[in-house]
């Protein structure tokens, strides 16, 4: 597995983390059908706790199967496959080393570094909501166990989606809060950061100024500023898809991220709700399109 | 001890577990009149802390006597006998070895893995309440304890019971609800979940797209979605009987269980609060029932 | 699974234990054929590291594969199988909860109280060579790793070998030598000792006189004054039955051991050095010998 | 990465593992360009506490460079690369996740299982001396690391070479032995097991009689029956190359490794030994000989 | 790097600490261009958590890379380059030992003294709210931490900035309020101390007797107080440069630092938001400054 100038690019970014941790980057990095492009597609799972099982999965019971979800990201060739502790364990044996897989641990609370180390995880996955009332809480307990993933080489992805507090609905997707929500993910320490695809709307009145005479009318350009927020392009950065949408609009934010200079998406229910046909097609096309063919 | 198929499936579900961890389940599994056939009863008398002891046993005084409890399980053939520490120890040397316990932890504080160990315990059993307002501290408990009982051989029974927070007392037991809180056990990495038998309500507006057209009018019907919600029927799902009610009602409610795909029942007051004759009969026709007899 | 009287009064004897460590006991001695009866066989295939594996398994070539003792085991109706860590690893997770097992550790070297819960093992086994020159570094590492196995509910079980240091040939399998040996094991702890059927040679001097006038001619006999001699029946004893030999002699062994009032026998070359068929029907013969049928 | 039925059916022998640790075997199993085949070609650099630098890398001065045999493992598409801690340190970034590193602790004394969660490794290689004086303290120090490296998904190769005490210089590599120090790396939970190739003569008087009348006449033979005494078949099983010799000599031990049903070859002094053209030759041949198609 | 009476006099005053820390200490006192004068000159980059990416780097687009600021303070000569966890990590590789490195853990919540040692931080610094309502919560986590790192010889800082409670906006830059925030940190066990330069406002009522009749009319007199309020100067205490201004204010605020008897400035967004040209300059002249030359 000789890596591309690509992936030892990014990889180099890294630059105070262990081999272990570096292993389990390029891991991702090289998996899958966009292995070596230093593009990344992620199927996350991850919903559950929030929305339950028949919001997730009635519209495609195969979906209720733990099973399912690894057969698809490795039958479509995504980069990795992110879920919480009882899915992972669930399929963890049958599909041992077929994939990278990322341990949701949400606000750390239901996974630990243990947990990820004896189910074979490349990474684990934490959420903050900054803007929230505990978002303080939140960061010392990813603190903690991010630094001891950190030391037995786990990599982690920080899923960073303002909310609460006095932020407006419109405000969690303003390009000032993505932007912000990015950084404070790269801040915090994270390998891979994964924010929501922000819109032009300014929502902080002191950040008016700084995005004065800028120009935030292409997704694509609102991307590249999210990106250079995540220390001017030394963090990973993947977007995810939100709510399940037609899938031409699927497509172009993939197209829009590409070009903004994004890692790629993480796309969980714009796949699993759709019957497995149409998402190993849709997947394929967004693979595609990260390889620039399309 | 030769295993049924339906027995080494439902063990090869369990497919991140260590060998000890199996032989726990396993041993429930095969205990008993039921033993061999995946159906489960199990015997709680975990209502104390919540109910004191008056209107726990007042109405059979002979269960005040920890030991009529695990001689009930055994005498009825049961799979396994669920009780916090006190109740445990009080009888755990006479009855060593006669049949599996679960040392019910409630949230996290009333018993330790050590304690299941030197106890002979073949579970711990936590309660969690979904909807809550603590949910995610219980939650951080139980990740580590669980944890730290599957790395020595101990399995996880999580009791989900939705209560507290927005929640109507309708929507405990609402059909959407009881699924959700089944799978939230799953995701915690519970190897049994106890939840209770859902009703047709859908509680939650979100979810209600998600139920229209099914049809959850009757209660075999609610239990398979369940069980679909844990997993795919990876996950070993027991129903609570709730309180005391008619014989009759025990009976079709088991009949709903199994025709469900259930694994069984977790009975307690419908069963201690009758005389042990009564209470014995009782569990026997269960069993005639788990065993598609009657 | 109700105790027998039998298995109670066994039980009864173990009185600092606790009732962790009784189940597993209780475990063993309600298992397979003689479950109940206070009787037990034990398959022990724990010579590789002394004899290599051609010696162990070259006259019974199907034996090379750990499933296949584990499978003996369970289809003769043993009470429990004991082996290295290596051969209870290759099958603890098809076989797991299908019959006890014994993690032997040899000298305390090549296994752990953690490897037995993982692996859902019943007991840690230990071998001591009493009069050979390190004999007390074995008995301080016994000594540790059986007080953790006793505070996680594991039991010991002591082989009681005689050997090296000024020990004639003879004096190995002498009766007062033997008798020593299952009472050095009782001293340390040991909840099952395995010592190898004395002769009646009396090796050392200063014993002479304390066997002088007995009547030690009979195998019952001298079985009769080991189980004496550990605790005066309060531990459970079993023999070894040494090379493969004859099956008259294994028989008439068995008898004896049943007739001086000894346990059971702990019984591999004789058994997974035969055919398959002809260990099976040794085995069954084996336990109708120790249900009195023969 | 979809695994082959072979490597699928190689890692379903490793039954009591975690996934973590199944995941770094796959890793091995699927690097390469024997990757899915089953077969495994590992280049190991650990001869340098023993020989020191100049008998090891004269002939060929650029193997001084540490760089220089991650580069030839990966460049010859080998399994895994195994050397101790200095040298893994010196190349573990700069090929991090580029090819499965064994991270070589001989004795158990130069590297930690932190290293090797540190350095990214995906086992630790312990090397014992059947036959030594003192090979149980390193089995015991085996124990405890390995112990801990399988808790935290780390796989184990246990490298068994017969020396010492009674030992003859050609016992050493006798049929006898070699099979009996392979089943000793089994009994101690190895993962892969790596013996030299074994002659025709039987060392020990005692198992003369058990290798009677069989055929050890070709070499294919005797790796067969090494791989029967390593649980017949169920632990992976590479030989080592030994001194540097002729290249015929060494494509002709690989087939016999083949046909004898071996997994593969752990081949250092034989390859960077050489000029890097000719040992990339050589590789390139030994590969084509595991894959049939020499 | 023979130490300046200045420097040795300096780090007399910290008489309890063990040589570890002093060392740190040293390596900042004797870094840059005012290296042995016992002035400092410190850029913090550490309103990232507080006001975003745009904020403070969109003025200077090549600022949002973390390198740059590595560069900058390197280049410009400075004593110490502090931000929180993220952006050390992104350049400790490159930079490490080129410059003495803060750890801003803001509110002891976003890195530890582990992350400290392994990124080669010489200190880590925190930031209390005196006046706030949780005040006491910062310093408990405060006190924690540093104990913690003045046991591994890391040096610590506390930015003291009261706010909140009671306090009027003017309140949070009066004399007395900043006097009492640097003695606050002082009685902390702060090595390094960190306000703002101080208006001639008094705000608390109880503290104006103490000050009537005193002249605080100039800003050096002011800070002479501050350093007074530090322990009569055997506390480091460097004065914050607040909100980008104009070049001349910046240069006078030095002036008065010095002529105070301060030790220094900590000084970010007057650079980085300045072109880099500029700042280069602007922190050659205060270089020039402290040095007297100016």
Not at 29 to 37: E, F, I, N, R
Not at 41 to 61: C, K, M, T, W, Y
Not at 66 to 87: E, W
Not at 279 to 287: D, T
């Amino acid at each position: 597995m000789s890596f591309t100038p690509t992936v030892k690019s990014i990889l180099s970014h890294y630059e105070s983390d262990n081999p272990g941790t570096k292993a389990n980057l390029a891991r991702i990095l090289m998996q899958g059908k966009l292995g070596g492009t230093g593009k990344l597609i992620i199927l996350p799972v991850d919903q559950g706790f929030e929305h339950g099982p028949a919001r997730s999965f009635a519209i495609n019971p195969p979906a209720y199967d733990p099973h399912y979800h690894y057969q698809l990201a490795i039958d479509a060739g995504l980069s990795a496959y992110a879920a919480p502790l009882g899915m992972i364990e669930a399929g963890a044996d049958t599909f041992a080393g077929q994939i990278p897989t990322i341990l949701a641990v949400n606000q750390a609370v239901t996974g630990s570094v243990d947990d990820a180390l004896r189910l074979g995880c490349s990474a684990i996955g934490f959420t903050i909501y900054p803007g929230s009332d505990d978002v303080f809480d939140m960061i010392e307990e990813i603190k903690e166990m991010s630094a001891e993933a950190k030391s037995v080489g786990i990599a982690t992805v920080i899923w960073s989606y303002p909310r609460g507090g006095t932020l407006s609905k419109a405000g969690e997707l303003a390009l000032d809060v993505g932007a912000y929500a990015a950084h404070i993910a790269a801040l915090l320490g994270a390998h891979i950061i994964k924010v929501k695809l922000p819109t032009a709307h300014i929502e902080q009145k002191d950040a008016q100024k700084a995005y004065e005479g800028g120009d935030w009318s292409t997704q694509a350009k609102r991307v590249a500023h999210v990106v250079q927020s995540s220390f001017a392009g030394r963090r990973i950065v993947v977007f995810s898809g939100g709510a399940a949408k037609g899938a031409d609009a699927v497509y172009q934010d993939a197209r829009d991220i590409r070009d903004g200079g994004g890692n790629g998406s993480i796309i969980g229910r714009n796949t699993f709700q759709r019957p497995r046909d149409e998402a190993l097609a849709m997947l394929a096309k967004l693979v595609r399109i990260y390889k620039n063919e399309e």
